[in-house]
């Protein structure tokens, strides 16, 4: 494999990550100095050339998009709509109303009766961690129920219940008033909070998605969608960064 930098293949390192939301060029110089930068798991170097489409860039241990076809939506889920790509019932989909190129995908879903916010992208690689629970990204959820919110189901929901997909991982649990929950989960699984609420004898009337990781827009009305800023998607990254690989075994 050639090494990026040896050749004049490829755009300068600076202008890229530039270009990429992460800093000025000289403040780039900056930080490959100060060794905070890697390309193909190697440290950057002053002049350095990369190929967008194909290498991979860290800056902080984070994975930075590069492609200049990655687009990131943020949407406001209603009830009644489906989250998938297409419905054989025909019934209206969250990429109803968004452009059709390029092609983007749900990230995770929101079940058909239940609102908020959902991603949508074609960054396969950030989306791929958003998803997988080591990386620990919190969706938080405010959820109507109706049954009594008692201290025993608020620990219980707290430390894991049983499902029949198994325990859930511990969650952060509240009751800011009557009838009304709090949650925040890690995991992603099918119609997950509305499981978890049945497990302790409560019936969710209302679930709504309120963040994704860093992810927040109280502004955005049901239906409505926008991209994410550059700030936004660099916040994504760093909180969904994976774990760094470890030499030998657990201490």
């Known amino acids: ?12 390192l600076q202008k890229v990550l530039a270009a990429a939301g992460v800093a ?8 490959v100095r100060a060794g905070r930068i890697c390309v193909n798991g190697r440290p950057a170097r ?20 590069l492609r200049s076809d990655l ?23 969250v990429l109803d109303g968004l452009p059709a190129e390029p092609r983007v995908y749900p990230v995770g879903r929101l079940d058909m009766d239940s609102e908020g916010l959902l991603l949508l992208t074609n960054d396969g690689d950030l989306a791929r961690r958003v998803m997988h629970p080591s990386t620990g990204c919190e969706k938080e959820y405010l959820v109507a129920v109706e049954g009594r919110i ?3 189901s608020l620990r219980a929901l707290r430390s894991g219940v049983d499902l029949s997909d ?11 008033q009557r009838g ?5 989960v890690t995991e992603g699984r099918n119609r997950q909070v509305r ?21 927040r827009d109280s502004g955005l009305g049901p239906g409505e969608w926008r991209e994410l800023t550059r700030a936004e998607v660099r916040a994504l990254e760093a909180s969904v960064a994976d774990p760094p690989a470890r030499d030998g075994p657990p201490e």
């Open 71 to 93: 687009v990131h939506y943020l949407l406001n889920k209603p009830a009644g709509v489906v989250s998938t790509a297409s419905d054989p019932q025909g019934r209206p989909t």
């Open 1 to 12: 494999m050639n090494d990026p930098g040896s050749s004049g293949s490829g755009e300068r």
């Open 24 to 31: 000025s060029r000289r403040h780039v110089e900056e930080m």
């Open 195 to 215: 499981r978890m609420c049945a497990a302790v004898g409560l019936t969710v009337t209302r679930l709504v998605r309120m963040r994704i990781g860093p992810l």
């Open 166 to 176: 198994g325990p859930t991982a511990p969650a952060r649990v509240s009751s800011p």
């Open 150 to 152: 008692s201290p025993g």
């Open 180 to 184: 009304l929950l709090r949650i925040v």
């Open 46 to 65: 002053l002049g350095q050339r990369v190929r967008p489409d194909t290498d991979v860039v860290e800056v902080d241990g984070t994975v930075v998009g």
